[in-house]
């Protein structure tokens, strides 16, 4: 079965520039996660969806982050306008359901200059 | 507070010597555990999960973990280390509502 893909691998960008990333999950996997990695450290979640559902979005700074999954497929996460500490891996996982182990995609990796 | 730590950020190894990468939990209740491991530039990839139905969990790759109440453990191990198993991994706890949370990594080396 094809993986959790997210795009682009790569994204730099100069500060208060918007970004967006996208991830497709496993087909029929029901749940959606967006995570974000600093360097050195372990994910953390930033947004949890059940099928269109955003259930679980405590960690995500609502001012200038916001995501969505039309359709409760793909989903896109995006900053505007991006900052110096957003530098960070974001990180896509799905599940096929809340309890199943999650996949991860490889990420994307994003710097602000 | 529910946690994981880990008490090792690097580990360095022989090839073939045994792997030992340590975790400890703080849990008021039984908690759902996990290894993953991340390569470079990858995303992560789920060893072994620990979920109450046996303590010695075999996971991929020849890896396995043994999750100790008493000692409030869940430590991974591998008999022989490969140059590939070099890596980060991470300690995971869950507990409702399906929230991961990770430990800070442990840095594996391998070495010839």
């Known amino acids: 079965e094809a993986g959790v893909v997210q795009s682009p691998r790569y994204k730099i960008i100069e500060k208060k520039q918007p970004v967006a990333f996208w991830c497709n999950p496993i087909s029929g996997h029901n749940t959606l996660y967006w995570y974000r990695q600093n360097l050195g450290q372990g994910p953390e979640l930033l947004i949890r969806?059940?099928?269109?559902?955003?259930?679980?979005d405590s960690q995500l700074p609502k001012d200038r982050f916001s995501a969505e999954r039309l359709k409760g497929v793909d989903s896109t996460l995006k900053i505007q306008p991006a900052e110096l500490g957003d530098s960070a891996v974001y990180l896509c996982a799905s599940s096929l359901e809340r309890g199943q182990p999650q996949h991860f995609g490889d990420g994307t990796r994003l710097s602000i200059l | 507070a529910q946690s994981v730590t880990q008490l090792d950020s690097h580990v360095s190894v022989s090839e073939g010597t045994p792997v030992l990468l340590r975790c400890n939990y703080s849990s008021s209740y039984s908690p759902s555990l996990f290894w993953y491991v991340q390569h470079p530039n990858k995303g992560l990839q789920l060893l072994l999960k620990y979920t109450s139905a046996a303590t010695l969990v075999k996971g991929i790759n020849g890896f396995e973990a043994e999750f100790k109440k008493s000692e409030t453990s869940f430590h991974l191990t591998k008999p022989s280390a490969h140059m590939s198993d070099a890596a980060e991994y991470f300690c995971?706890?869950?507990?409702?509502?399906?929230?991961?949370?990770f430990g800070t990594g442990t840095q594996l080396k391998v070495e010839l």
């Open positions: 969806y059940e099928n269109e559902e955003a259930v679980d």
């Open positions: 995971v706890f869950t507990g409702g509502g399906n929230k991961l949370t």
